[in-house]
C-alpha cells in the first residue's frame, strides 16, 4: 500500500477553488467540519524508514501503522458517503494510469449531458490545474486538489473538496483521482461509483497486473478505440482478464475523442448509485 511507495505529505496538500462558478457556500452538516488536517490518516506513515529496516519488530510496526491508516479513512470515507447519500449525490470516482482520458472523457460527457443535469467535478493531480483549467472551459463548477507528494485523494481530500465545491442536492459528481493504478485502489473515498478508466495503448493484460484496482471497480471504460488499428489489444480479452478479477465488472469500450460506445456510459450514468457501502479492498 501507499505507506511503502514514498507518498503522503499532508501538508503539502492544496485545494484551489478554480474560478468563479463551484460554489462557496458553508454547510453546517458538511463532512469538513469533522477534518482538520492533524487528523490526516497520512501523519504517521515514514515509508521509506520503514523500507529500510528490515527487521520483524518493524514489520509488524508497518502494518499497525497501515491498519491504522486505511482506518481512519474508512471513518472519513463513511462521513462523505452518508453526506452524499442524504444530498442524493451520484458520486463517480474515475480512476486510471496518468493519461488514459479522464479528462476527455469528463469533457466530452459534460458537453453531452449539457442542460439535462447539474454536473460538477473535483480534480486530483500532484500539481497544476492544467485539468480544472479543462473542466472550467465547459462551464462546469470545479475545484482542484493537488496532493503534493500523494499518488491518490483520501477522504479527508475529498470532503475538503466537497465544502469549496457544494454541489448541489440530486447533481452529478465526479471525481479525477490522480494518475495511478495502484494507491487509489485502496483509500475509499465515500463515493457511490468507481471506474477504472485504461485505454487501448496501455496493454489488455493491465487487469492482471493490477488486479486491486480491477477488484475495486464497478465499471471498466475501454477508451480510445479509435486506436484499435495501431495497436495490439484486443478488447474482449481485456474485458475477460477484468471480470476474472471482477465478475460483476461492467465494461464499456469507447471514443471519448470521436464519441463511439458513449451511449451505453451515459446509460450507466443515469442509473449509478447515489451511494454504496464502501471498498471491500482497503477494511
Ligand atoms: N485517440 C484518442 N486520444 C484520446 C482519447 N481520449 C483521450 N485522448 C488523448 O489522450 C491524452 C491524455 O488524455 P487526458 O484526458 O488528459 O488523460 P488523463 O490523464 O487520464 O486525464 C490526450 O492527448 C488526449 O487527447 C481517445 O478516445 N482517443
Ligand atoms: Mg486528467
Redesign the pocket.
Known sequence: MCATCGCGDPAGVRVLNVGETAGHRHDPDHPHDHAHPHDHPHDHAHPRAAQRDETSAESSRTIAIEQAVLAKNDELANRNRAWLANQRITSVNLM??????????L?RTIGDLSGRREVSVIEGDQETTL?ADRIRATGCPVVQINTGSGCHLDADMLARGLHQLAPGPGSLLFI?NV?NLVCPALFDLGEGARVV?I?VTEGDDKPLKYPHMFAAADVVVV?????LDYVEFDVDRCAANARLVNPRLRVFP?????GDGLDRWYEWLTNAPSSSSGVGGSS
Open positions: 486510471s494510469s496518468p493519461g488514459s482520458g479522464k479528462t476527455t472523457l469533457e485539468d479525477e494518475g478508466v485505454s477508451n480510445k478505440t479509435d486506436l469507447v471514443s471519448a475523442t470521436k
